[in-house]
């Protein structure tokens, strides 16, 4: 007995819902999923950026907390930023500037060869040059610092990271860096952070620009 015409229009409508029903759940699962993952990278994001206002001198102070960007078994280099915006300038035109202090930390179980110690950062294909880094050795490395177990070395330097640096990182996804002959290339997340924390410090500094007289 063939199905009436009815019946199998109804079968139809049955199967044709179904299939839209579980494509909206597996949609749904997904944004849900998406949505979860940005709110984890928005939540390491302000783990890791400071922000904070001194309601006496106006100045707001963006800092990124230490992060290793070099992690090998005998040699370990973290990278720290801190930038003050709202600073009394003496010209107009130094108001459009900013100035992120970078402090680099080294730590190895034997003398590091840096070679011509020129510090240079590709970003997304860009090159950006430090130029030569002044190198400081610490020796009291081991007796009033914390160092990683077996490493008896620490260095430390400073470079500047201005505007243009800053809105170079701001857009950045893949970041390669090379200190003399040392090369590597900075992981994802990292490249994310020093991205959200250049993005930070540029809001911030045209919020306290336009809030100064």
Same mark, same amino acid.
């Given at each position: 007995?063939?199905?009436?015409? *009815?019946?199998?229009?109804?079968?139809?409508?049955?199967?044709?819902?179904?299939?839209?029903?579980?494509?909206?759940?597996? +949609?749904?699962?997904?944004?849900?999923?998406?949505?979860?993952?940005?709110?984890?990278?928005?939540?390491? @994001?302000?783990?890791?950026?400071?922000?904070?206002?001194?309601?006496?001198?106006?100045?707001?102070?963006? =800092?990124? =907390?230490?992060?290793?960007?070099?992690? =090998?078994?005998?040699? +370990?280099?973290?990278?720290? *930023?801190?930038?003050?915006?709202?600073? &009394?300038?003496?010209?107009?035109?130094?108001?459009?500037?900013?100035?992120?202090? *970078?402090?680099?930390?080294?730590?190895?179980?034997?003398?590091?060869?840096?070679?011509?110690?020129?510090?240079?950062?590709?970003?997304?294909?860009?090159?950006?040059?430090?130029?030569?880094?002044?190198?400081?050795?610490?020796?009291? @490395?081991?007796?009033?610092? &914390?160092?990683?177990?077996?490493?008896?070395?620490?260095?430390?330097?400073?470079?500047?990271?201005? +505007?243009?640096?800053?809105?170079?990182?701001?857009?950045?996804? +893949?970041?390669?860096?090379?200190?003399?002959?040392?090369?590597? *290339?900075?992981?994802?997340?990292?490249?994310?952070?020093?991205?959200?924390?250049?993005?930070?410090?540029?809001?911030?500094?045209?919020?306290? =620009?336009?809030?100064?007289?």
């Amino acid at each position: 007995m063939r199905p009436r015409p *009815v019946l199998r229009c109804g079968l139809l409508l049955f199967i044709a819902g179904s299939a839209f029903f579980v494509a909206g759940q597996e +949609r749904r699962r997904e944004e849900k999923g998406d949505a979860q993952a940005a709110d984890s990278k928005s939540l390491a @994001a302000s783990d890791q950026i400071e922000v904070k206002e001194d309601r006496f001198s106006g100045v707001t102070t963006v =800092k990124l =907390k230490p992060q290793v960007i070099l992690d =090998k078994p005998d040699h +370990r280099l973290t990278i720290e *930023v801190t930038a003050k915006l709202g600073e &009394k300038k003496i010209y107009d035109h130094q108001k459009d500037e900013i100035r992120a202090i *970078v402090n680099f930390e080294s730590q190895s179980k034997t003398p590091v060869n840096y070679g011509d110690r020129e510090f240079h950062f590709m970003v997304d294909g860009a090159p950006l040059n430090l130029g030569k880094v002044d190198i400081e050795v610490d020796p009291y @490395a081991g007796r009033y610092n &914390k160092l990683q177990p077996g490493f008896k070395i620490r260095e430390t330097f400073l470079k500047i990271f201005d +505007r243009s640096a800053l809105e170079l990182f701001s857009k950045a996804n +893949r970041v390669e860096t090379r200190l003399g002959p040392i090369e590597f *290339v900075l992981d994802q997340s990292l490249s994310a952070l020093l991205r959200e924390y250049s993005n930070r410090v540029l809001a911030q500094h045209k919020i306290v =620009k336009e809030r100064k007289p």
